[in-house]
């Protein structure tokens, strides 16, 4: 199995930057289309970003696009999360997730076959 461990959340300011990671392991790990998403204290987890089967082209929720970036660096294996301009709206939980069939909506998170444990995100206001 893939395994998926997220890191770099924590408290920031409103209007400022941080880069979440997602470190993947295992056989296969680095076959497997990434994305992020996110849940709200009492809300439902949403899309936020993800990568296309063939990792050329890239996926953003409406409430990020041109401020979250969905990059990867293939030699360690990693898949980042830019955000920028961070609103209180985007505190949330965040987690990575791998699909492993071009067959399934990048969009719906029953189209993923693993997932990391996920790292909180505060944004103060």
């Known amino acids: 199995q893939v395994q998926l461990v997220e890191s770099g959340g924590g408290l920031v300011q409103a209007g400022g930057s941080l880069r979440l990671s997602c470190a993947a392991s295992?056989?296969?790990?680095?076959?497997?289309?990434m994305a992020w998403f996110r849940r709200a204290p009492g809300k439902e987890r949403e899309f936020v970003a993800a990568e296309s089967w063939s990792r050329a082209d890239t996926y953003y929720a409406d409430s990020v696009k041109g401020r979250f970036t969905i990059s990867r660096d293939n030699a360690e294996n990693t898949v980042y999360l830019q955000m920028n301009s961070l609103k209180p709206e985007d505190t949330a939980v965040y987690s990575c997730a791998a699909r492993k069939s071009r067959y399934r909506n990048y969009y719906y998170t029953d189209s993923y076959d693993y997932w990391g444990q996920g790292t909180q995100v505060t944004v103060s206001s």
């Open positions: 295992g056989r296969a790990s680095s076959g497997y289309p």
